[in-house]
């Protein structure tokens, strides 16, 4: 059998997705279903009542859940808030932010739920809202809880690091607040048969999401089961399980019939997470011949009043360059906002902006060359945990990007490059993401027919994991992609974590693979020992796969794995397993990397800004599918065009209200925004982290590509911005 990892395949879910036949949260019928609208508070801080008499008396509406009357949920949110959020669940009268949930209508058709809504009296008592992060950063705090390992790590001397340095950079660099907006929005339909709780959601976590319903509704995780078999796009903010989610689960349990709840697009810009602002310091400091002496980067975000949530931003300074001395602290600002949550590359992409942006501006006070001072300060290992990478080929992404984007062409002076009226720019950064791999399982089952039925309860947020396990078990099994069906998204099957933090492939991939193989490896042992099979008697090693054939190497004898099953009592083979991450990562440091490449053409009257040209070059293990690789990591490069050029969230600081919440509004990358984009990968295969020697693909795109932007735009005009977006009027 032909090898299938590694070859562009085309999506197997294409099909059913060209045909409308793959169905989404919202789009599984229900008898009775109901449909819900949740109402949000207009005001930032204070208190509420709701007078819901009218709303209760409009045509067609079968309840109004308020705190008043809805179900007392006395478990709500008592687990750690680092892991589980703190939910809007209608417990009390109290309002923390603008947007956030304060009631929910529930209505026979949607439009007569909207109707109701709007029909809903609010008596709000206001606080004085905190909105201002200028004014409250000097009040930043140290996080309590913290989402990531530690939040403040310092190596070595910074101070006395800095004082030997005959160069330094000391800059200030912010990023805006951002919102996710994936092409589907949160949506979740919960039913209920007896104690039994089905949810269809959009969650890139089934398994987490039924354990906060089971925390916050007080009922057993095994009498949930929650179903996502296709998410239109995640980007982390559906990662956890959001108030709607409980909210749907409860009207549904009040009203005894289920109940579809989908948020309008404006809502996704309150309730259901955001990347936070940050205000990151970085201080650089180096020799003459550019090695650095020293690294201080200090973060500074804004999170909710709610609970602590840390825009990591500074924990890729902790590994990316051999430096002896470095500071790294995080701090936040309390502000009534939604919580942050995780946004494609959470930290890395914010961080990677500051980071290579001083990066670049010591280069220049230097006058080297960026790739040059990069190489100076390459890292054979974690500067803090002294761990040695276990594969990295940086310096090759360096050499292989410039080559294929035409570097050695590039004038050294800002201002230098010419096109008619167009200042030419030409930047570079250093992209990286940790490779993650967490606990997984999957079951693989042989049928009679000789197909294979493959199963894992992970996710497909978009980014192919139907087709690359789908790939990973054919190989496994010398199937064809045709006589094998890969089933995933359900809490009913074998358990796998969050799709998120890059991990999918690493972590599910190699489970699948040890499941197929558990089921292949009995099929071949029961011909083996069957008399009347024609491969009785070979020896293991010469049994080859050929699309569901057993065939004795260099010979003409074959047998049928649908033979050999009917043979044997005719009942499906199955093999199942669990695989997890080793005591390698006791040894070594995980993490992919790559080099990305920016032309822009700025119009030096009017300040028009154009992105002609983005190239990254990546070294992320052993490619599973070339196309669906190459997919994420461009998706993962105009993410970055959209956090350097366009995207900011706005807030009224009057009443602490989204301005933009729309997509007219919220500006993000079209095709028209960026003329070419291209990527290549470093061959390569990293066998210490799995099996497969596979790394995840999806948010490493994003890293380096807002920096090497930026720094594209300060080639072209000599004016170095250091506030994303990179707008018009900060060009003029």
């Excluded at 045709?482 to 358990?495: M, S």
Aim: hydrophobic share 40%; proline share 5%.
């Amino acid at each position: 059998m032909s090898a299938q990892i590694g070859l562009p395949r085309d999506r197997v879910d294409g099909p059913d997705k060209v045909k409308g036949s793959a169905r989404y949260a919202a789009e599984f019928p229900q008898p009775r279903l109901a449909h819900a609208v949740m109402v949000l508070s207009t005001r930032a801080s204070g208190s509420y009542r709701i007078e819901a008499a009218a709303a209760e008396a409009s045509p067609g509406v079968v309840r109004v859940l308020t705190p008043a009357n809805a179900p007392k949920l006395p478990d709500a949110n008592k687990a750690d808030p680092a892991k589980v959020r703190i939910l809007s669940l209608l417990q009390d009268d109290q309002v923390h932010y603008n947007g956030q949930p304060i009631a929910v209508v529930v209505a026979e058709t949607l439009e007569q739920a909207r109707g109701a809504a709007r029909l809903l009296d609010v008596k709000y008592v206001e606080s004085a809202a905190i909105l201002d992060f200028e004014r409250m950063k000097a009040k930043a705090y140290p996080p309590k809880k913290a989402n990531m390992a530690e939040t403040d790590v310092h190596w070595g001397d910074a101070s006395a690091g800095l004082a030997q340095a005959s160069v330094t950079v000391d800059a200030v660099y912010t990023t805006p607040d951002e919102n996710h907006n994936p092409l589907e929005p949160h949506a979740t339909t919960a039913s209920w048969e007896g104690d039994k709780l089905t949810v269809h959601d959009a969650t890139q976590g089934v398994f987490g999401c039924r354990n906060t319903l089971a925390q916050d509704l007080g009922i057993p995780a095994q009498n949930i089961r929650v179903i996502s078999p296709f998410i239109g796009g995640g980007f982390g903010c559906k990662g956890s399980a959001w108030s709607h989610v409980v909210l749907a689960a409860m009207a549904a349990r009040v009203i005894a019939r289920p109940v579809k709840l989908v948020l309008d697009r404006p809502q996704m810009f309150a309730p259901v997470g955001h990347r936070p602002r940050t205000e990151q310091h970085v201080v650089l400091g180096a020799k003459p011949d550019g090695s650095l002496t020293a690294i201080r980067h200090e973060v500074t975000s804004a999170t909710s009043m709610l609970e602590d949530w840390t825009e990591s931003s500074a924990v890729v300074t902790r590994m990316l360059y051999a430096c002896p001395n470095g500071d790294t602290t995080h701090r936040l600002v309390k502000l009534n906002i939604g919580t942050p949550t995780f946004q494609r590359a959470p930290g890395e992409a914010t961080g990677t902006f500051a980071l290579e942006s001083a990066m670049d501006e010591l280069a220049y006070k230097l006058g080297l060359d960026p790739i040059a001072l990069r190489l100076v300060n390459h890292a054979d290992a974690d500067a803090v945990e002294h761990k040695p990478f276990s594969s990295k080929a940086l310096r090759a992404c360096y050499e292989r990007g410039a080559e294929k984007f035409g570097w050695s062409r590039r004038s050294a002076k800002p201002g230098a490059m010419r096109d008619g009226h167009w200042q030419v720019g030409w930047g570079m950064a250093t992209a990286t993401y940790p490779a993650h791999r967490s606990k997984a399982a999957a079951t693989a089952k042989i049928l009679a027919d000789g197909s294979a039925l493959v199963q894992a309860g992970t996710q497909d947020l978009g980014t192919g994991t139907y087709t690359i396990m789908s790939q990973v078990a054919a190989e496994t099994l010398g199937l064809s992609l045709q006589r094998l069906r890969f089933e995933l998204g359900d809490t009913a099957l074998a358990e796998t974590p969050v799709s998120g933090g890059s991990q999918t492939a690493a972590s599910v991939a190699p489970a699948v693979q040890a499941a197929c193989a558990s089921a292949r490896d009995q099929l071949i042992a029961l011909a083996l020992a069957d008399a009347h099979s024609p491969v009785h008697g070979a020896q293991r090693a010469d049994i080859d796969l050929d699309d569901g054939w057993l065939v004795v190497r260099n010979t003409q004898k074959r047998d049928a794995f649908a033979a050999v099953i009917a043979r044997n009592g005719g009942h499906p083979i199955e093999g199942q397993a669990q695989t997890e991450e080793g005591d390698a990562k006791e040894r070594y440091a995980f993490h992919s990397f790559g080099a990305v490449f920016a032309e822009v053409r700025v119009d030096r009257d009017l300040g028009v800004l154009r992105l002609t040209r983005l190239h990254g070059t990546y070294d992320v293990g052993r490619i599973l599918n070339a196309k669906t690789a190459r997919s994420q990591l461009i998706g993962g490069l105009v993410w970055g065009a959209g956090l350097a050029l366009f995207e900011q969230t706005l807030t009224d600081h009057r009443d602490g209200r989204v301005v933009n919440s729309n997509l007219s509004e919220y500006h993000v990358p079209v095709n028209a925004d960026i003329e070419e984009i291209d990527v290549a990968f470093i061959d390569g295969s990293d066998t210490l982290l799995n099996p497969l020697g596979a790394r995840g693909i999806g948010e490493i795109g994003i890293t380096g590509a807002g920096a090497a932007i930026a720094n594209a735009v300060y080639h072209a005009t000599g004016k170095r911005i250091r506030e994303l977006p990179i707008t018009l009027d900060k060009l003029i």
